[in-house]
Structures are given as structure tokens and as C-alpha cells.
């Protein structure tokens, strides 16, 4: 049986069939998993004329969500077509962390799709106040389709924390990797394991210099994580040629890698004391996040 069983999709208010939809289609025929389809919009003209005139309020509003309410329903007969079960809802509210996530609530899926904001001159992602918030409150997998990627994914990769071994850094690792290894096996796409070691050495001299204390340092530490790497890459069966222990900080290493590795989709962990949090948040979290040239899947713990 499939680890989906319902994917809720984050539409376009604007009605277009982008990047997010059509890997939430895919998924969905691929996985047999119910597709929930969701447009949150509120027209702020329309709500500004109803405090002036509340006699045509109601009209208007009920006007603007019946085009939306169409559009959907005419995607999903298409999709039925394909043998995709569906439902939909249009929601009169502005595209918001606390709307989105009680509809998550109530919807209860196993991961959501969501478009990232695509800017082709920069060939790049960038991250929305919402999408933050998102990224730290959504208690499901949260994924954000990239233009860039394929829609069947090819390559994706898991990238871990292998700076501890302790319950917490484990099972967050188990839920990454899980995460990837359920998509790349409904996808046939090849897994790769990532971990990049922010040695001090590069938290101190961005060209990576090791000398002295600082090499020393390094030297030290370097085993101890090359081993809880390669613990992990072994106990979830991934090849060795699909193993990438990189040297340096995330937020420069991933995207470059990603980029390199021609990957789709790049699964991180979104939790506090995470990798996400620890190495990323703030402006290393915009970097990685903005540079990246792929999908973002987030894993909470």
C-alpha cells in the first residue's frame, strides 16, 4: 500500500495548472491516493466595497468564488478522466499560515503541494513570508514544486544530519530518509543520501583553511561524523555511489550539489534542533532555500 493516501494541493487563485498541480496529479494517479484541491482567496476590492455596501457584498463574493469553484470542478473531471479522485474547496480568505493550516487540520493529509514563487529571470525559488511560516508550522510533509524539476522526479535526495547520534537527530533522519525512499519508489527515481559537515574551519574562514587549532579541530571531528553517515547510509540500504559526504556550509554545499546532481527534489528536516533550524534558518536559510534549483520537500519530526 501506498504511503499516500490523500495529498492536499495548494492551488493557484490565479487558475492556472503550475508546477504544484501538476505533480500533485501525478502523485495522485501514481500513488491511488485522494487529491484534495484547494484555492484560498479573498478579493480585497470586493471586501472593501462590502464595508461601504453590504446589500451587494454577498453577490459579488458569492460571484467570485463560483469562477474559482468551476475551474476546479473542471480540473477534476478531467482528472477523473485519469482515473484521480478528487475533491475540491474554494476558501474566502487571503493566502495565510492560519487558514492553510486549519484546512490542513481538517483535511488531515499525508503531505501537501504547494507552489514555490518562481522568478525565471534569477533561474531560482523564492521564499514567501507564507512559505516560512509554513515551513516551520506545517505538522505534515510540505513540498514546494519547483518549475525547474521534472514532474516525475528523477533524482532525489535526502539530505541529513550526521553531526549526532542521538534519539531526537535519529529519528528526525529516519523521517527524511522514509519521506524520500516513499517518493522515489512511487516516482522510480534513484535516492541519494547527503550530509554536509559544517566543520568550524568553515564556519571561521569561508575559503576552509585548516590550520592549527582550527585543523586540528577538524581532524578530530571528522571521523566521528564520516561514521554516523555511513551508519545511517547502511541501515537504510543506499548504495555507496549514492552516498555524498560534502565539506562546508548547507547553505553554499546543497544547492551547489543539487545543481551539479541535476536533482528534483531535495527532502531537509523543518524541526527545532533540526538540521533545517540549526544550519539554516535566518540567512542561510534564505540561501540554501532561494538557491536551490529544485523541489523543497520539508519532513517535520
Avoid at 457584498?57 to 475551474?71: C, I, M, P, T
Avoid at 507552489?115 to 521564499?127: P, V
Avoid at 533524482?155 to 549526532?164: E, G, P
Avoid at 559537515?197 to 586540528?216: K, L, Q, T
Amino acid at each position: 500500500m501506498s504511503q499516500y493516501q490523500r495529498i492536499l494541493l495548494i492551488a493557484d487563485s490565479a487558475m492556472r495548472r503550475t508546477a504544484a498541480f501538476e505533480q500533485a496529479a501525478w502523485l495522485a494517479r501514481r500513488s491511488g491516493a485522494e487529491l484534495h484541491m484547494a484555492i484560498f482567496d479573498r478579493n480585497a476590492i470586493i471586501a472593501a466595497a462590502g464595508e461601504i455596501n453590504s446589500r451587494g457584498y454577498a453577490d459579488a463574493e458569492s460571484a467570485w468564488l463560483q469562477q474559482r469553484r468551476r475551474w476546479l470542478s473542471d480540473q477534476a473531471a478531467e482528472l477523473a478522466g485519469l482515473g484521480i479522485r478528487t475533491r475540491f474547496e474554494v476558501i474566502w480568505a487571503k493566502a495565510a499560515a492560519k487558514p492553510i493550516l486549519d484546512h490542513v487540520a481538517e483535511v488531515a493529509p499525508d503531505i501537501v503541494i504547494k507552489d514555490g514563487r518562481y522568478e525565471s529571470h534569477l533561474r531560482r525559488l523564492l521564499f514567501t513570508p507564507l512559505d516560512w511560516q509554513l515551513l516551520r508550522l506545517c505538522p505534515v510533509p510540505l513540498m514546494f514544486a519547483s518549475e525547474l524539476s521534472h514532474v516525475v522526479p528523477k533524482r532525489i535526495v535526502a539530505a541529513v544530519d550526521a553531526s549526532y547520534r542521538t534519539v531526537e537527530h535519529d529519528e528526525l533522519n529516519h523521517r527524511i530518509i522514509k519521506q524520500a525512499l516513499s517518493l522515489s519508489i512511487q516516482c522510480d527515481a534513484e535516492l541519494h543520501l547527503v550530509y554536509s559537515m559544517a566543520g568550524p574551519n568553515s564556519m571561521i574562514d569561508a575559503d576552509g583553511s585548516r590550520v592549527g587549532a582550527i585543523g586540528e579541530l577538524y581532524a578530530s571531528l571528522l571521523p566521528t561524523h564520516q561514521r554516523n553517515f555511513e551508519a545511517l547510509a547502511k541501515l537504510h540500504s543506499v548504495p555507496e555511489d549514492r552516498r555524498h559526504f560534502l565539506d562546508g556550509q548547507p547553505a553554499k554545499t546543497l544547492p551547489r550539489f543539487v545543481r551539479a546532481d541535476h536533482s528534483d527534489v531535495l527532502v531537509l528536516g523543518s524541526t527545532r534542533h533540526s538540521m533545517l533550524d540549526r544550519f539554516l534558518m535566518g540567512t542561510n536559510a534564505e540561501a540554501i532555500l532561494d538557491a536551490a534549483p529544485c523541489s523543497i520537500l520539508a519532513v517535520k519530526s
